[in-house]
């Protein structure tokens, strides 16, 4: 499997119908896209000189993005042939974040 980019991985068309086209829009600006903040490029890349540099702002921002990535699941699906001795492929999609109950339970 060869490495990809968030970008590339951003642009597969499961991802992009399992995050919803918005969100997508969001993760780029904030992590990638060269006008934006690069929040990922410059972490990885330790472009970060001083630890003022990344801030409570930047903090926020990333916290808000695991929560919101926390809400999604991926889903296997087992494709068959029709055949019993062939073997399954799995495929994986995200599914759309479920809103939780008052109890607090999601299913």
Do not use: C, W
């Not at 801030?55 to 809400?71: M, P, V």
């Amino acid at each position: 499997m060869t490495p990809q980019t968030l970008d590339t991985t951003l642009q597969h068309p499961r991802i992009r119908h399992g995050l919803g086209e918005d969100f997508i829009a969001t993760l780029q600006a904030l992590l990638t896209d060269d006008v934006g903040l690069m929040i990922r490029h410059r972490a990885m890349r330790g472009n970060y000189s001083n630890v003022s540099d990344f801030g409570q702002d930047k903090a926020e921002i990333l916290i808000y993005l695991f929560l919101h990535l926390s809400r999604y699941e991926i889903q296997t699906q087992t494709v068959g042939t029709g055949s019993e001795t062939s073997a399954p492929t799995n495929s994986s999609k995200l599914s759309e974040p479920q809103e939780p109950t008052a109890s607090g339970d999601t299913s």
